[in-house]
């Protein structure tokens, strides 16, 4: 595996953990869905600008993807508040790291800060066609914010910054509550059958 393979997989509805490229292939059920969004399609609706003005106070800087314990302590946060029955409650520093991060992949963190807070950490993959985007984490007394919709319209901006296609936003389950935030994102892209295609008119 590397980077440019991965790529290829990514655009073929593949996602990374850590060192393992995957795909669901399930007999009996195909709710995983795979979403990706063309970049130069999107144009951000009313809320997602109130998003940015929202956050206009932030400072975003790209990090090195090796393990920080201020991001590890926001991970373990994040997870207590907003998945608390989630086996990733038990995940030691090097499982975390080892989650986030493969030794093939060109991994980025994003680090989204209030002055000196730290609010949000955003891992990143950047591949030769797109992003793709591994997990985002944040503070949980900062919902009001709406971070994790932030952390991906800077993701669409730094795509479009690199002359990259798509930003590969992994699976969508249309019945899970904390998955309807990507429906937003349109023109999304979902890949059925196999091939991908647009579930909503372009608008």
């Known amino acids: 595996m590397d980077n440019d393979i991965y790529g290829e997989l990514a655009a073929n509805g593949f996602r990374r953990s850590g060192e393992h490229v995957y795909a669901p292939d399930c007999p009996s ?10 970049v130069s399609e999107f144009n951000p609706r ?4 109130r998003t940015i003005k929202r956050n206009n106070d932030l400072t975003i800087t790209q990090e ?9 302590q926001l991970f373990q ?3 207590s508040a907003r998945h608390s029955e989630s086996p ?7 499982d975390y790291i080892n989650f986030l991060t493969a030794s093939w992949s060109q991994t980025f963190f994003l680090e989204f800060r209030h002055g000196k ?4 950490v955003a891992a990143i993959d950047v591949l030769r066609n797109g992003i793709s985007s591994v997990y985002t984490f944040y503070c949980p007394t900062s919902s009001g914010r709406s971070l994790g919709n932030f952390a991906i319209l800077k993701q669409i901006e730094m795509a479009r910054e690199l002359n990259l296609k798509w930003l590969y936003l992994g699976y969508w389950l249309h019945d899970c509550k904390k998955m309807s935030y990507k429906t937003n994102f349109r023109p999304i892209q979902f890949m059925t059958s196999g091939q991908w295609g647009y579930p909503y008119q372009k608008t």
């Not at 059920?29 to 063309?38: F, G, S, V």
């Not at 090195?64 to 590890?72: K, L, Q």
């Not at 990733?88 to 090097?94: D, G, H, I, T």
């Open 117 to 120: 807070e730290l609010l949000a």
């Open 88 to 94: 990733m409650l038990e995940l030691s520093r090097k």
């Open 46 to 49: 009313k809320s997602h600008l």
């Open 29 to 38: 059920c195909a709710r995983c869905i795979p979403a990706r969004l063309k």
């Open 77 to 79: 946060a994040y997870i």
């Open 64 to 72: 090195i993807s090796t393990f920080n314990n201020e991001h590890f």
